[in-house]
């Protein structure tokens, strides 16, 4: 059984002499091996570069013997003298194992080279943009808020140091600005700083809302600085169900009719394809996926949004166990997600690992590259409505700022020890937890994502509540592409 690739393969670094060199694998690469009566399939991830392939038998012998120090005539030799099967007794099957494994990616010139082609779970970068509070205040008080929104802070950013904030991005760079609160329309002068973002700055702008009692002024506003600027606004839009009686409970009477009914305003405006619905699943309503969707597709909505809550701020008593849908549920939810065929519309489960109906999504069983649970730090750092800097948004606790914009720029945040430290914690922690040692897909995952594991459990000594889930996204794509291979067979 030849190679079956995961999409354009690494360019083939020369060798100047092929006989002096000597491959290297990945020591950490997983590996499935599929008997079953019309062959055996090999399939092989580098977690650290996320190519894989489907190879024949001995594929794994001879990955074990490429080290970075046996030369390929040894490796062949060494290879056909302890081969357990009469298959690897040729050198020509040897000689052809290792040309399709350095064809599909698995094998490098050196552990130097193979370090240069991949990327670390936990990976630090230039901010890619801002997730910006612009206010504590709020018209709602949602039982799941995560920064317990509601009143205005006394000490709160003016607009003069919000913009000075903004203007630490590099202008007109492709950034993405997430402005939101609290509630950040109910803020004065809000639209001004979407504008001074858009279209004097050149960001696009994600302005969060829950949507209640929109003003109409603020539609039209947004509709404006659209036509205006050569970057973009979109709307995200916040439910907790398809239905009063699942959304009600949680941000409070009579919301869900005032959220559809600006739904009907962003429609009539135009804008309902530059807005985003986003609704955090719970085992309360889960059973609602297909009428959500029908609500998405109803007003022409641009994407719809799967997450969950966090265990913090309003929610801090409110663990995620208690109110998670059961693995079954949650997977049956993905296989809805990725199997639905609607161009309007794209559907994403951030609680999957990304999962999406778009065929180049991160993490649909159709991206050439095995999925990987990479966690990019600083790429959206928050900053607090009184100027804490955090380098990522799911972390709430003054304790794990590092610093205010007010005394400190997010470069010298970003260079500072303790963000040194947060990361050097974050890549390290899943050395602390017994299951993540054991299992075969820690270097694919690091234990998953630190800020949810924090607001669950209080630490990141556990791996994180949505391993099962991994795991089974895992399998899904291994699974999928073996059975593409005996299908052709």
């Known amino acids: 059984m030849g190679p079956i690739s995961s999409g354009t393969p690494l360019p083939l670094t020369p060798v100047a002499r092929e006989s002096q060199w000597r491959p290297f694998s990945n020591p950490k690469n997983v590996v499935r091996i599929e008997n079953r009566p019309e062959g055996v399939a090999v399939f092989v991830v580098d977690p650290w570069t996320q190519r894989w392939a489907i190879l024949g038998r001995g594929a794994e012998a001879v990955l074990a013997l490429a080290d970075g120090t046996r030369s390929r005539p040894e490796i062949v030799a060494e290879a056909t003298a302890v081969a357990s099967n009469d298959h690897l007794r040729e050198p020509r099957v040897v000689n052809a194992l290792l040309d399709e494994l350095r064809a599909a990616g698995l094998l490098f010139v050196s552990r130097a080279h193979h370090l240069s082609q991949g990327l670390p779970v936990v990976l630090e970068t230039e901010p890619q943009g801002l997730h910006l509070e612009i206010t504590n205040a709020c018209n709602l008080s949602c039982v799941h808020c995560y920064v317990s929104s509601g009143q205005k802070l006394p000490d709160e950013l003016s607009d003069a140091e919000l913009r000075a904030v903004v203007d630490q991005l590099p202008p007109f760079s492709d950034k993405l600005i997430a402005i939101t609160g609290g509630e950040a329309a109910v803020r004065r002068n809000a639209l001004d700083l979407v504008e001074y973002c858009a279209v004097e700055r050149g960001h696009n702008v994600d302005l969060y809302t829950n949507a209640y009692k929109f003003p109409r002024k603020f539609a039209e506003r947004v509709v404006r600085i659209n036509e205006i600027g050569a970057a973009r606004v979109n709307l995200q839009v916040s439910l907790e169900g398809a ?101 309007r519309l794209q559907l994403r489960g951030n609680f999957f690992g990304d999962l999406n109906n778009a065929r180049d999504g991160r993490y649909t069983l159709e991206r050439s590259l095995f999925p990987k649970q990479i966690f990019a730090y600083n790429s959206f750092p928050r900053i607090s409505p009184d100027g804490l800097i955090f380098a990522d948004q799911l972390w709430v606790d003054p304790e794990w700022s590092l610093g205010n914009v007010r005394d400190i720029t997010l470069a010298e945040a970003f260079r500072s020890e303790k963000f040194r430290q947060h990361i050097k914690e974050f890549r390290a922690r899943a050395e602390t937890i017994d299951e993540c040692r054991s299992c075969e897909w820690v270097e694919l995952c690091g234990g998953g994502h630190p800020g949810h594991t924090l607001s669950e459990y209080g630490h990141m000594n556990h791996k994180d509540a949505f391993c099962d889930a991994r795991k089974y996204w895992f399998e899904r794509y291994v699974d999928a592409h073996v059975e593409k291979v005996f299908n052709h067979a």
């Open 243 to 343: 239905t009063p009686e699942t959304n009600d409970p949680i941000r409070g009477k009579g919301v869900f009719d005032e959220v559809l009914k600006s739904l009907v305003m962003f429609k009539e405006l135009g804008l309902n394809r530059r807005t985003q619905l986003f609704i955090c699943i719970t085992q309360n309503n889960i059973h609602e996926l297909d009428a959500m969707i029908e609500i998405a597709e109803r007003f022409d909505l641009a994407k719809l949004v799967f997450s969950q809550w966090e265990a913090q701020g309003n929610a801090a008593d409110t663990p995620w166990e208690s109110i998670a849908p059961t693995l079954e549920e949650w997977t049956a939810a993905g296989d809805k997600l990725l199997s639905y065929d609607n161009p």
